[in-house]
């Protein structure tokens, strides 16, 4: 009975990590939509994302199993809980890649982003995209280390960010509201995205340490 | 012993509403500070956010208390674990509340709203903390029926946040881009707080039925 009881708490790792790269292909498939106006590859995250739901639903049935029929205790209590906020992140980053890709299927078949500022979408799709990646391989690895470490990648999406406001908001920005607007909010979405990455890393770290890191994130 | 410990939970309930009243001051104060250029009340949200996260940790500690000391099954089981989401949701909600004051603090002396757009801005706002302060009630209350009304709000926001695109995107915007990027950034924390008021409801729709709602939102 115990023995099957850490088998399932082993397995709930393994879907965690293979949740997260379920959304690291939705982060990275919604970004390749909205730079090309490739309206099918936006529809398949749009619809992709209801195996990203249904994967928290599965993880989430088995920790209330387990929670439930096993009365964990201390540590495997701890990775329980972790787990079901984990999820909810995981979830919440499905969802934002879905508004990105439905960024990209309004404007199709036009681009949503003006040329000058693809290089800025571009570097945040790919910060927020390689934050997730390391995110799976913190968890994978209850990599502590690295998870102190992805605190600085999110400085660098609050970089960009301001510059994309820089650019929208000069004298000589000739592309009117719409793509303003669109800008912001993938902005938006993609710190978003960030942020849960780093709030998946604190889990880990909490995890492992029980230290709790509360700097506050967007 | 055990009354104690139902002391306990029901303690727990009377802190998760506090702490939705809080949230609903911080909806409201930040949504004031918004429409009258008030930077004295866009950084009394912005502090008192500290309160928000404090009441977090503490509704959370004890839940982890309980977990590990009382080993709660079933419906008092199901309780913590919504519990323990319900305090994530409110703190997003109170941060929320936090990006509305910084863009109305951002904007001091001037208004962040240009004058058509007011209507608009305070009907959101209102259904926002409308919606908070009624999930308030059902939490308290346990009150599913009203639990399951509380989706249709939502439904008005959407309408309230494409209403506002409408105007920001019709050829006699005379406003330019500044502002456009603010009301869409706005309408999304806006929307958000009304997603997270709804996701409150349905954690109460789940603890007092068993029944999971699924429903996708924003």
Redesign the interface.
């Given at each position: 009975m115990r023995d099957a009881y850490f088998d399932q708490l082993d397995s709930i790792v393994d879907d965690l990590v293979a949740m997260t790269h379920e959304v690291q292909t939705a982060v990275s498939r919604s970004t390749s939509a909205l730079l090309t106006a490739d309206a099918e590859k936006a529809e398949r995250v749009i619809s992709d994302d209801a195996d990203v739901?249904a994967a928290r639903?599965k993880i989430e049935a088995r920790c209330?199993e387990l929670?439930?029929l096993q009365?964990p205790?201390?540590s495997d209590?701890r990775m329980i809980?972790a787990t079901?906020?984990m999820v909810?992140d995981l979830e919440r980053m499905g969802?934002l890649s879905v508004?990105v890709a439905k960024v990209a299927r309004l404007r199709v078949p036009e681009l949503a982003i003006p040329g000058e500022l693809v290089p800025t979408i571009e570097r945040m799709a790919a910060v927020a995209e390689r934050m997730v990646g390391q995110a799976a391989g913190i968890i994978a690895e209850r990599d502590v280390e690295g998870a102190r470490a992805l605190e600085e990648s999110d400085e660098e999406m609050d970089q960009l960010r301001r510059s994309s406001?820089r650019v929208?908001?000069a004298d000589d920005?000739a592309h009117?509201?719409?793509p303003?607007?669109d800008i912001?909010?993938l902005g938006?979405y993609y710190e978003r995205i960030a942020d849960h990455a780093v709030s998946l890393a604190r889990r880990v770290v909490y995890l492992v340490t029980g230290e709790?890191v509360?700097a506050?994130?967007?």
């Open positions: 739901d639903e209330f929670l439930a009365q205790v201390a209590l809980v079901l906020r909810a969802d508004h406001f929208m908001l920005w009117g509201v719409e303003a607007v912001a909010l938006r709790t509360t506050d994130l967007g």
